[in-house]
């Protein structure tokens, strides 16, 4: 009997291997060819599943929006059952720093989809993300929380401080990658203005507080 093929556990290896080729060489060198070679597959099964390649990059700039949920959730548990609003936007800001192989494989990739989707006609016709407002809304929410807790101060402007933090948590992370810093200054510097926002650290009663840096 033939082995039944898992259609969306092969389209998720080929957008592995699209990643991972693309981490090495940059995605504007990245030809369905080479992610062929890369998942160990034939060029013809690339096509089967991805007609083109811009395609197979939009499928790609998903498979990496769910694995940087993944990471969010992670550092999200990491931080304890009740981790609060503070330990939540930290989390989600923090996640997008290329402080690993993996994550800066994340950050090199998701910058270049950028770059090509302002160049390349075919991928400008599509949405570069399904919701590109979900990071602002869920740090807005988060922000909101805290202030109805009364851990941020009371003139606190919960939108414009998210834009402002996904805003330099983005230009941090393309520092690191370029070395013009290191993970650990950027995220001083994130830990400094969450101090600024969050009043006693934004920490629920009985956490240690945590002293402004940078």
């Given at each position: 009997?033939?082995?039944?093929?898992?259609?969306?556990?092969?389209?998720?290896?080929?957008?592995?291997?699209?990643?991972?080729?693309?981490?090495?060489?940059?995605?504007?060198?990245?030809?369905m060819r080479d992610v062929?070679?890369?998942?160990?597959?034939?060029?013809?099964?690339?096509?089967?599943?991805?007609?083109?390649?811009?395609?197979?990059?939009?499928?790609?700039l998903q498979h990496l929006?769910?694995?940087?949920?993944?990471?969010?959730?992670?550092?999200?548990?990491?931080?304890?059952?009740?981790?609060?609003?503070?330990?939540?936007?930290?989390?989600?800001?923090?996640?997008?720093?290329?402080?690993?192989?993996?994550?800066?494989?994340?950050?090199?990739?998701?910058?270049?989809?950028?770059?090509?989707?302002?160049?390349?006609?075919?991928?400008?016709?599509?949405?570069?993300?399904?919701?590109?407002?979900?990071?602002?809304?869920?740090?807005?929410?988060?922000?909101?929380?805290?202030?109805?807790?009364?851990?941020?101060?009371?003139?606190?402007?919960?939108?414009?401080?998210?834009?402002?933090?996904?805003?330099?948590?983005?230009?941090?992370?393309?520092?690191?990658?370029?070395?013009?810093?290191?993970?650990?200054?950027?995220?001083?510097?994130?830990?400094?203005?969450?101090?600024?926002?969050?009043?006693?650290?934004?920490?629920?009663?009985?956490?240690?507080?945590?002293?402004?840096r940078g």
């Amino acid at each position: 009997m033939p082995k039944r093929v898992d259609h969306d556990e092969r389209r998720t290896e080929i957008a592995e291997a699209l990643v991972r080729v693309a981490g090495r060489r940059g995605l504007h060198a990245v030809g369905m060819r080479d992610v062929a070679a890369e998942a160990g597959v034939s060029l013809r099964l690339v096509q089967y599943y991805f007609q083109t390649k811009e395609k197979l990059l939009l499928y790609g700039l998903q498979h990496l929006a769910g694995g940087f949920g993944e990471r969010v959730a992670a550092r999200v548990r990491a931080a304890g059952d009740d981790p609060g609003p503070r330990a939540m936007v930290e989390a989600l800001l923090k996640a997008s720093l290329p402080t690993d192989e993996e994550s800066r494989t994340f950050q090199l990739v998701h910058t270049s989809y950028a770059v090509l989707a302002v160049t390349d006609e075919a991928l400008a016709a599509q949405p570069f993300i399904k919701n590109p407002d979900a990071a602002e809304d869920a740090v807005t929410d988060l922000l909101l929380q805290a202030k109805d807790a009364q851990l941020t101060r009371p003139c606190t402007d919960a939108r414009l401080e998210a834009i402002s933090l996904l805003a330099m948590a983005a230009g941090l992370g393309t520092s690191i990658l370029v070395g013009r810093r290191s993970p650990e200054s950027a995220a001083a510097v994130l830990d400094h203005h969450l101090a600024r926002i969050f009043q006693d650290g934004g920490r629920s009663d009985g956490e240690p507080g945590e002293r402004p840096r940078g």
